[in-house]
């Protein structure tokens, strides 16, 4: 199964981009890569998923690389509700997501 | 409903208990899963259910955990004789479809129940 690698913290200061990378460098072809995030004692909340294009929906765009080994989310402009750990997951081929132990973003009023 | 409904919230119970943790999935879905997470921990994979077909119990980490799905909808993950190691988030999941790969989006989770073995 293919693994991914994030920064364990990250701080955003209101009103700006968040940014948050992701590395997953043995992804393989048909592999897709999805972001989810968890607000505390709440279950995890899906937020995006792509293939090899760019990505773009209500609450965030995904940035993938050409090579696909790496990712980035972005939320446009962070508020303090998205104060959240940010998983990112890729596919394992069939259904059971390797989910690490995610970004924990704080966003900073 | 609405969501993914678990029940109870929280639980308590005595090591060498058995315990049961219900899920209720977004009608409709035929894709149901359950994972765990331990404090401060990722989501751990357990068991699958795809329909009608036979549930991938791969990630169940011993035989005291079982679970099944009854008519396609509720699912209950069954621990017997429960340990301290088990405390933690049980997190269930459920989707239109099995491989996220081609669904046109991600699970469903609901809010968890957070046991405790004493």
């Known amino acids: 199964d293919a693994k991914t690698t994030q920064p364990p913290s990250m701080d955003c200061a209101e009103g700006r981009a968040a940014n948050l990378p992701c590395n997953h460098s043995t992804i393989s072809g048909n592999e897709y890569v999805y972001w989810y995030r968890q607000i505390h004692s709440q279950g995890p909340q899906y937020i995006i998923h792509?293939?090899?294009n760019n990505e773009t929906n209500e609450m965030a765009s995904l940035i993938i690389t050409e090579d696909r080994k790496s990712s980035t989310l972005i939320l446009p402009h962070a508020t303090l509700r998205d104060t959240a750990v940010y998983y990112c997951t890729v596919t394992s081929g069939t259904y059971k997501y390797i989910f690490g132990t995610g970004t924990r973003l704080k966003v900073l009023a | 409903g609405a969501g993914v409904s678990q029940s109870p919230s929280n639980k308590v119970t005595e090591k060498g208990k058995d315990v049961e943790l219900r899920c209720d999935p977004i009608?409709?879905?035929?894709?149901l899963y359950w994972y765990r997470q331990s404090l401060g921990q990722g989501l751990e994979f357990l068991i699958y259910?795809?329909?009608?077909?036979?549930?991938?119990k791969s990630g169940l980490p011993s035989d005291r955990f079982s679970a099944e799905r009854t008519g396609g909808s509720v699912s209950t993950l069954t621990i017997q004789r429960t340990q301290q190691e088990d405390s933690a988030v049980y997190l269930c999941?459920?989707?239109?479809?099995?491989?996220?790969?081609?669904?046109?989006?991600?699970?469903?989770f609901g809010s968890g129940t957070r046991l405790t073995v004493v």
């Open positions: 999941a459920s989707s239109f479809t099995g491989p996220p790969y081609s669904s046109y989006g991600g699970y469903t």
């Open positions: 792509g293939l090899k």
């Open positions: 259910f795809q329909g009608n077909s036979a549930p991938d």
């Open positions: 009608s409709g879905h035929t894709a």
